[in-house]
């Protein structure tokens, strides 16, 4: 079965870094694209990050591109999302879909970004 | 960016209806489209890629069709767990972008 499984959100204050992890099991994690999308509460939903099988490439919309960086680690059938430097308009449910078609997704994790 | 406009934002329908959701993308996207339900509480799911396939484990209720820049998913007969909200999604280029959503709630 697959299932992919987020942790590492919580509170936190502007401007402070935060590493969300999704835990991959039940398919071959190095062979599939990692990505994360976010939803801000009672709003719709956001392209945050991508990374291909590999790790080798990654892509970004403008509105987190130099503050967040995806990985993924093949080793441990687990992707990652630092975020860095962040802003009460990035407080939301964060989601790890796997593939090109986010074909399954986590449960999502909650940032909540607030002094 | 391509942006993606969903239409309506609220449909209201009753069990056994037929409904058709719209989606419009700003520019070309060719075949590279998506459709995703979520119900409250939930993660996303979902439905059909690449404009017309159907994700294993869907009903065949469920179909898209389109091309370019119009799109359309529709539910042949609604089932009471089809009330939920409905998201297009585009992957023809990056940054890959939603629309807005189009809620489908009870008559």
């Given at each position: 079965?697959?299932?992919?499984?987020?942790?590492?959100g919580g509170l936190v204050?502007?401007?402070?870094?935060?590493?969300?992890?999704?835990?991959?099991?039940?398919?071959?994690?190095?062979?599939?694209?990692?990505?994360?999308?976010?939803?801000?509460?009672?709003?719709?939903?956001?392209?945050?990050?991508?990374?291909?099988?590999?790790?080798?490439s990654t892509y970004y919309?403008?509105?987190?591109?130099?503050?967040?960086?995806?990985?993924?680690?093949?080793?441990?059938?687990?992707?990652?999302?630092?975020?860095?430097?962040?802003?009460?308009?990035?407080?939301?449910?964060?989601?790890?879909?796997?593939?090109?078609?986010?074909?399954?997704?986590?449960?999502?994790?909650?940032?909540?970004?607030?002094? | 960016?391509?942006?993606?406009?969903?239409?309506?934002?609220?449909?209201?329908?009753?069990?056994?209806?037929?409904?058709?959701?719209?989606?419009k993308a700003s520019q070309?996207?060719?075949?590279?489209?998506?459709?995703?339900?979520?119900?409250?509480?939930?993660?996303?799911?979902?439905?059909?890629?690449?404009?017309?396939?159907?994700?294993?484990?869907?009903?065949?209720?469920?179909?898209?069709?389109?091309?370019?820049?119009?799109?359309?998913?529709?539910?042949?007969?609604?089932?009471?767990?089809?009330?939920?909200?409905?998201?297009?999604?585009?992957?023809?280029?990056?940054?890959?972008?939603?629309?807005?959503?189009?809620?489908?709630?009870?008559?």
């Amino acid at each position: 079965e697959v299932q992919l499984v987020e942790s590492g959100g919580g509170l936190v204050q502007p401007g402070s870094p935060l590493k969300l992890s999704c835990a991959a099991s039940g398919f071959t994690f190095s062979s599939n694209w990692l990505n994360w999308i976010r939803q801000a509460p009672g709003k719709g939903l956001e392209w945050v990050a991508s990374i291909n099988p590999d790790g080798s490439s990654t892509y970004y919309p403008d509105t987190v591109k130099g503050r967040f960086v995806v990985s993924k680690d093949n080793a441990k059938n687990t992707g990652y999302l630092q975020m860095n430097n962040l802003r009460s308009e990035d407080t939301a449910m964060y989601y790890c879909a796997r593939g090109h078609h986010f074909d399954y997704w986590g449960q999502g994790v909650m940032v909540t970004v607030s002094s | 960016d391509i942006q993606m406009t969903q239409s309506p934002s609220v449909l209201s329908a009753s069990v056994g209806d037929r409904v058709t959701l719209n989606c419009k993308a700003s520019q070309n996207i060719n075949k590279y489209l998506n459709w995703y339900q979520q119900k409250l509480g939930e993660a996303p799911k979902l439905l059909i890629y690449n404009t017309n396939n159907l994700q294993t484990g869907i009903p065949s209720r469920f179909s898209g069709s389109g091309s370019g820049t119009d799109f359309t998913l529709t539910i042949s007969s609604l089932q009471p767990e089809d009330f939920a909200t409905y998201f297009c999604f585009q992957h023809n280029s990056w940054p890959d972008t939603f629309g807005a959503g189009t809620k489908l709630e009870l008559k």
